[in-house]
């Protein structure tokens, strides 16, 4: 990543190898309208190098989902889910759900398995 960046409250490392992760990103920024100019959405695919030099392990990076916040902490997989849903208005209130004692680890578990299987759908573990 370079300066561009630098004005950004949030980075979302997606991968954009997904069709269905291309999907909800889609999505997401016609949620967030203008709510979401301050994110930037950094393709994973191919940039090894780049994630190790920010500290991130590109294998885990692939498996879940991992949030930047402009002061450097990095969220993953349910927390990063919930940060970018709070700050879409429809989205307040499934953020506060998936975040319940009994629903986290749940939830946590079919996201990291379904994502399992896609990958090795795919042939890309």
């Known amino acids: 990543m ?3 960046e630098a004005h950004h409250q949030l980075v979302v490392f997606y991968d954009g190898s997904c069709e269905g992760c291309i999907k909800d990103r889609a999505n997401y920024e016609r949620w967030a309208g203008e709510g979401g100019n301050d994110i930037y959405w950094f ?3 191919g ?14 990076v ?3 989902l991992h949030v930047q916040t402009s002061d450097g902490e990095v969220l993953s997989e349910i927390d990063a889910y919930i940060l ?3 700050r879409v208005p429809r989205l307040k209130l499934l953020a506060w759900f998936i975040g319940l004692p009994i629903v986290r680890p749940c ?4 996201y990291r398995t ?3 299987r896609r990958l090795q759908r795919q042939g890309r573990i």
């Open 2 to 4: 370079d300066n561009k």
């Open 43 to 45: 393709d994973i695919t």
């Open 47 to 60: 940039q090894e190098d780049t994630l190790l030099s920010l500290g991130l392990t590109p294998h885990k």
């Open 62 to 64: 692939l498996r879940e």
């Open 84 to 86: 970018l849903m709070r």
């Open 107 to 110: 939830l946590s578990w079919i």
């Open 114 to 116: 379904w994502v399992e």
